[in-house]
């Protein structure tokens, strides 16, 4: 049941929204709820029904099924979609005539568009290693891949290039399936952008003990691909050469935005948008990882990926697209958010929030009460009066509990956030 | 539709943990096991004018209007119960990744030994059928009750809400 | 999820889930106002509690212990078979044995025991629940026993004790009708939550609330005056309320002429314990006291909401108490709507507003012609006040034989940490030849019995109850008892036939001798039984007012006795006739040479809301809120003793010492520890001796002793229960 149709597209067409990630969805869902009862035409270039990129890490070290990957089973898409094109990437955006170019030359024009494509992950400084292809994880077709890689056989030897949040995942998802993995680093300590020196010190030793070789400080100079096998042997800049089953690269994404050449959307890092996720051209919107949005933290615009700003971005983009075409002004802004992540392996979960290097100085506790070995970093600016942001880094204890520090996570963030909103 | 939902006023909680106990019979959870408790019960000592004052909160989920953990799950695992403007969460669904518990502002997300979140779900199952939640429904001073939200005692639920975060 | 999914899931009763709804009453905690339980049953299973919403008292409401009945009767620890002991005392070995077995071999060995020594040589015990003592009594005078005791040798009887001394029985507090109350150590919040609500809506009709207690309590937030004392030291604040209203001409002088004996000899006693004094004394303000004394004498009418335990675990706590009680008649306000008011019990210690025959059917008359009780020597005005032996000299009698010898022991519900030196009281007991203990669990004082017997619990047996309303209530078993358990009172009328008592109304079992009880009531069991939730009792009515106007006080003037003729009779030290106030026996003043060493207050007993007594700890709802026994400390105390909050401490008297986590909390005074008692691994009342006494009631002076405090590690702290 749509409601009443308060907006109308114009004669030029459909609301299109190119992605059917979690930006795309909740924006569909926001469409409607404002009353939007127009066309909405999808296009996408993965399968009818969207997936979580989230999950394919848990897919992939075999947490969860195939079918659990698609989280949004309860919604009604034939209520939210009038036309889903899917398998298609899109070739251009047509700025101007407001239209949207397929790579077959067909041609959607749209009344408004939102962009929502997601990223793709990038691997900066990997040797090329044909015809040894190494893995990344980003889509269910990744996710497949890494699957069956590390489903095959048992202690196989992974090397997880890269140590931000994603390759501490993959390592999860390799751990998950028995294999021995390495992880490989240009920083002196993993996860640099949003752990403590101190504290990522800490986990490093938590992962050693865990099985986990880590070659930090060290690049990849050259990969070998071996013959008649998969993986290759690895020679790094400390001159070591190891041989891997498999090589998964984990270094960062990019925003999908090649399609967008038209000089009427302005990208930098990401698309630039405004509060109400409108970019540069006209009757244009971006949302989630494609757009470059306010970092509360640092006070400047960039893409910061994850699942929840996708979500409230994309929100706010639907609401603000069924607002305009009802003749009315958006009245909901995208606040901002700032870097926040949780990751486990194995028994150990790292949470941050905020920016550590905002901080004027930085408080670090470690207990080891009971067993459950908790550290905690905080940073504080104007004295000790403003939380900026924070590290927790807990051990599972009593066959899988984590302590009290865990539990108030969320309330550190929303300490960090309530001080710049 | 008139919904009513869960009011605490802590001018009469005395602490006493009927609520939280009346939440782990209704559910069933096994806290030397896989369940952890839904409810908390917290006793806070302060001092007023020189005398020292103790006021009690009981406490769960608030099935937030605005719920970041809903736009938080990764997995389909939150959803609102219509009917009863309920968080309700699908352990089945859960991978435990914690991103709810980074969202909420009040520490509710907790999670088993088996690593999924569990949490109020304001007794939907029961309030659909025309019966209280158990915590509700047990309280002995009226600090807890079940009634239609009006808008004097929703600012008054808000206002409390904006004194935890 | 469909319909009956969500149904199922929610306890939704109907007959398309299967739910029932059954009613029963809580008995975990025993206030003789039991709270009325909703059991959803489900194929012969309890798969939820509720409070029963049409309960007079309860009005659908639990607290914490209650709402926790689910696990209480499936705890895994339940005995689901009578056992006979096969390993040491305490060692936990027993054997199944069956019904039959079992009260052959007791009916056998308490024969055997009776021939040889005496029915005096037998004490038969009643711990929780109290339903069954009318019962367990009169088995005791069928036996010919003298020694009925119960728990409440430490519990509840010193308070009625201090006012069958000054006015002859208990008058409870009419807070309907008054206009003010001072609560003389009360807690509701930890121990009957469910008078809050009553409480509010009294302050809200603009009745003035005076609290006095050692704590900061959340009922003490609520007073308009709070006065936090010393513990031990109510005796002097009293006295000097008595001289304020006297002194300002504040009592009532037609009720002191016509109705008191010994005004003057009080009026000299108040005399010299002026407001400032008593400041002294008590810690608190001369001018809170006098504010207090105005308020409660001035306002018309006004009543004492006493409790059963905190004023009366002194070493002078009946003469505490007594010297409060002596305020009510002092102000008029005795037997009077919006006072204190004289209601005699129709059941279970209860008043129901109607006339039963349960004293009768107690057999208590027939004490007079048998041997003297436990403790009668030692503690002679508690045996000339009340029915029972005084279980707190156990022990002594146990080492001396005197006057006789103890030889077996039959129990329901044996719980030793209840007394003064728990472990020593229990070492005595366990030379008896002899003991049974009846009980739902496998508790520690049961492992050290010979036979121990599975008892059920309230939702799986029939037992009456009433209520000061005027409500009546005769349960049926919501769910077949759990393995071979019986109720207790099944046990007594089985055992009653073996003994070859003779007793046919017990051993025709519960119906009848509800039946018989409930005689002058004009209800029958089939008008109780077509009520299972409960019923008004047709022509129930609140007492009388000014009963006394009709044959005057049940004291031996007739008259309300400041000065006590029944303390004037017996004498001695700690017994004088007038409520003077004397020192706790272990305190800063009258023991300043032991504060050098112990410098701090001790009181034990203070209650937490998730336990009573040793009732729930084994139950994983209850005990995962508090795991740990702890203590209160001021912040002070725990500063300079350079304890953490939350770190574990040891408190130390010269008697013993324990290890528990400190509480660092600005609710209790600086210089007073408070103790909950009875956990398994930290049992507080170890920290007293046997013989840390009150001299008239034989009550233990649990709430105030000395003690050290000093920072501890967690080395050795193990988990248990009971």
Redesign the interface.
């Known amino acids: 049941m749509r409601g009443e149709n308060v907006g109308r597209a114009s004669a030029t067409g459909p609301v299109v929204v190119l992605g059917f990630g979690a930006a795309a969805v909740s924006a569909l869902c926001a469409l409607r709820e404002a009353g939007f009862a127009g066309p909405v035409t999808v296009v996408t270039d993965a399968g009818p029904e969207p997936y979580s990129p989230v999950l394919t890490s848990y897919y992939a070290g075999g947490r969860i099924g195939y079918g659990q990957c698609f989280p949004w089973k309860d919604l009604d898409f034939e209520a939210l979609i009038d036309d889903l094109v899917t398998a298609s990437p899109v070739e251009a955006v047509d700025a101007g005539a407001r239209e949207v170019v397929l790579p077959d030359g067909r041609r959607i024009g749209y009344a408004k568009l939102l962009i929502a494509t997601g990223a793709h992950p990038v691997a900066p400084g990997f040797p090329a290693t044909a015809p040894y292809r190494p893995l990344v994880l980003r889509t269910m077709a990744d996710a497949d891949r890494l699957r069956e890689a590390l489903e095959g056989v048992q202690r196989k030897s992974v090397l997880v290039a890269g140590t931000s949040m994603v390759g501490l995942k993959v390592l999860e998802a390799c751990l998950d399936r028995g294999g021995r993995a390495t992880m490989l680093g240009r920083s002196a300590h993993i996860l640099r952008s949003s752990a403590h020196p101190l504290v990522a010190e800490r986990l490093e030793r938590l992962l050693v003990e865990r099985g986990v070789a880590l070659r930090l400080s060290q690049a990849a100079v050259s990969a070998a691909a071996h013959d008649g096998t998969r993986g290759c042997t690895v020679r790094f800049d400390n001159g070591d050469a190891e041989a891997f089953d498999e090589v998964v690269l984990a270094q960062g994404a990019r925003p999908n935005l090649a399609f967008v050449r038209d000089s009427a959307v302005e990208v930098r890092e990401g698309v630039v948008v405004d509060r109400f996720m409108r970019t540069s051209a006209p009757d244009v919107f971006a949302a989630g990882d494609v757009a470059q949005a306010l970092d509360l933290s640092s006070g400047r615009e960039r893409v910061i990926g994850l699942w929840q700003n996708a979500v409230q971005q994309g929100r706010c983009a639907g609401a603000a697209i069924a607002a305009e075409l009802a003749g009315r002004a958006p009245t909901r802004p995208y606040p901002g958010s700032i870097p926040s992540n949780t990751i486990h392996v194995q028994d150990i979960l790292f949470s941050s929030a905020g920016a550590l290097a905002e901080g004027e100085g930085t408080r670090i506790e470690a207990s080891e009460a009971g067993g459950a070995l908790t550290v905690r970093a905080y940073a504080y600016r104007r004295g000790k009066k403003q939380l900026v942001g924070f590290n927790v880094l807990a051990v599972a204890t009593d066959g899988g509990l984590y302590g009290d520090a865990v539990d108030e996570i969320g309330a550190y963030r929303r300490e960090i956030l309530n001080a710049y909103l | 539709m008139i919904r009513k939902s869960l009011c605490f006023d802590a001018k ?1 909680c ?5 609520c ?3 939440c ?3 559910n069933d ?4 096991g896989d369940g952890v ?1 839904y409810r908390f ?1 917290a006793h806070v ?1 302060g ?1 007023d004018g020189g005398d ?3 006021a ?1 909160v009981s406490m769960a989920c608030m099935h937030c209007e605005a719920a ?1 953990c809903l ?7 939150l ?1 609102r119960d219509e009917a009863s403007g309920a968080v309700v969460v699908r352990r089945e ?1 859960c ?5 709810c ?15 999924t979140m569990q949490k109020c779900d304001a ?7 025309g ?1 209280g939640p ?1 915590c509700a ?6 600090a807890l009750t079940f009634e239609e939200v009006n808008d004097a005692a929703d600012a008054k639920l808000k206002r409390f809400g904006r004194s935890l ?1 | 999820m469909n319909e009956l999914e969500l149904k199922l899931k929610g306890k939704v009763p109907g007959d398309d889930t299967g739910i029932e709804i059954r009613k029963s009453v809580c008995a975990i905690c025993d206030p003789g106002t039991q709270c009325g339980l909703d059991l959803y049953v489900k194929d012969g299973t309890i798969i939820k509690v509720a409070g029963t919403k049409e309960a007079p008292h309860s009005h659908g409401t639990l607290c914490s212990k209650g709402a926790a009945m689910r696990q209480y009767v499936y705890s895994p620890e339940r005995v689901l078979t009578p056992l006979r002991r096969t390993g040491e005392r305490g060692s936990g070995q027993f054997e199944p044995i069956t019904w039959d077995e079992a009260l052959d071999e007791i009916a056998s060995k308490l024969n055997g025991i009776k021939r040889e020594f005496g029915p005096e040589s037998v004490m038969f015990f009643s711990g929780y629940a109290k339903w069954a003592r009318p019962y367990l009594m009169r088995f005791a005078m069928d036996f010919g026993s003298p020694n009925y005791l119960t728990e409440s040798s430490t519990c509840a009887t010193a308070m009625v004790m201090a006012q069958q001394l000054t006015y002859g029985a208990p008058a409870g507090p009419d807070l309907k009708n008054t206009s003010c109350v001072m609560y003389w150590s009360h807690n509701p919040s930890a121990t009957k939550s469910l008078n809050l609500e009553g409480i509010n809506r009294k302050i809200e009709s603009g009745a003035k609330v005076i609290v006095i207690d050692p704590r900061v309590t959340d009922l003490a937030q609520l007073a308009d005056v709070f006065l936090q004392l010393r513990p031990g030291t109510d005796g002097a604040l009293a006295l000097a309320f008595g001289h304020v209203i006297i002194e300002e001409g504040l009592y009532d002088r037609e009720f002191v002429a016509s109705w008191t004996r010994g005004f003057d000899e009080y009026k000299q006693l108040v005399a010299d314990m002026t407001p400032e004094k008593a400041a002294g004394i008590c810690g608190v303000a001369a001018a809170d006291i006098r504010a207090a004394a105005r308020m409660y004498a001035e306002a018309k009418p006004a009543c004492v909401h006493f409790s059963a335990a905190p004023v009366v675990h002194h070493t002078n706590g009946v003469q505490n108490y007594r010297a409060v009680f002596c305020l009510i008649a002092l102000t008029g306000n005795l037997d009077v709507a919006g006072g204190n008011r004289i209601n005699p019990a129709s059941l279970v210690h209860q008043p129901g507003g109607f006339p039963t025959r349960e004293r009768e059917f107690t057999c208590a008359h027939r004490l007079a012609g048998l041997p003297e009780r436990i403790g009668a020597r030692r503690f002679p005005v508690w045996a000339r006040l009340c029915n029972e032996a005084q279980a707190c000299d156990i022990p002594r009698q146990m080492r001396t034989d005197d006057p006789y010898p103890l030889k077996a022991l039959f129990a329901l519900g044996l719980n030793y940490r209840m007394f003064p030196g728990s472990q020593d009281f229990l070492d005595e007991v366990c030379k008896l030849d002899f003991i049974v203990d009846a009980d739902l669990f496998l508790t520690d004082s049961a492992k050290h019995a010979d036979i121990v017997l599975p008892c059920c619990s309230s939702a799986e047996r029939r037992e009456i109850r009433c209520w000061p309303m005027g409500y009546v209530q005769f349960t049926q078993p919501a769910i077949e008892p759990v393995g071979e358990s019986r109720s207790d009172v099944d046990i007594l009328a089985e055992l009653s036939k073996r003994l070859g008592l003779g007793d046919e109304l017990l051993e025709a079992g519960i119906e009848a001798c509800v039946e018989w009880m409930m005689e002058p009531s004009g209800l029958t069991v089939k008008d109780l039984d077509e009520h299972p939730e409960g019923m008004w009792v047709p022509g129930a009515k609140p007492p009388a007012e000014r009963k006394y106007l009709d044959g005057g006080f049940r004291t031996p003037s007739g008259k309300v006795e400041f000065v006590s003729s029944v303390l004037e009779d017996v004498g001695g030290e700690g017994c004088e006739a007038l409520p003077s106030y004397r020192e706790p026996a272990m305190s800063p003043v009258s023991r300043p040479d032991l504060a050098e060493e112990y410098p701090l207050v001790l009181g034990l007993g203070a209650r937490l809301p998730m336990y009573q007594h040793t009732r729930t700890f084994r139950l994983p709802w209850t005990r995962s809120l508090s795991p740990d026994p702890h203590a209160d400390v001021n912040p002070a105390d725990a500063a300079a003793a350079g304890i953490a909050d939350g770190g574990w401490m040891t408190v130390a008297t010269p008697k013993g010492s324990l290890t528990v986590r400190a509480h660092v909390t600005g609710l209790v005074r600086e210089g007073d520890v408070h103790m909950y008692h009875d956990w398994p691994q930290a049992n507080a009342n170890d920290l007293l001796d046997g013989d840390y006494l009150d001299p008239i009631s034989g009550f233990p002076g649990y709430r105030s002793s000395l003690c050290k405090i000093a920072p501890a590690s967690a080395e050795g702290r193990g988990a248990g229960h009971d």
Do not use: N, S, W
Not at chain 2, 29 to 32: F, L, S
Not at chain 2, 101 to 114: K, S, T, V, Y
Not at chain 2, 123 to 129: D, G, K, L, S, V
Not at chain 2, 137 to 142: F, L, V, W
């Open positions: 009469k005395v602490g006493c943990y009927a939280a106990v009346a782990m019979d209704q959870i096994d806290v030397v408790a019960v000592e001092e020292v004052r103790i009690h970041e736009d938080a799950c990764p997995a389909g695992a959803h669904l991978i435990g990744c914690h991103a518990a980074m969202a909420c502002p009040f520490g509710i997300p907790r999670f088993g030994r088996d690593g007794c939907y199952a029961r309030t659909r059928f019966y158990a429904e047990i309280c002995p001073t009226g975060v």
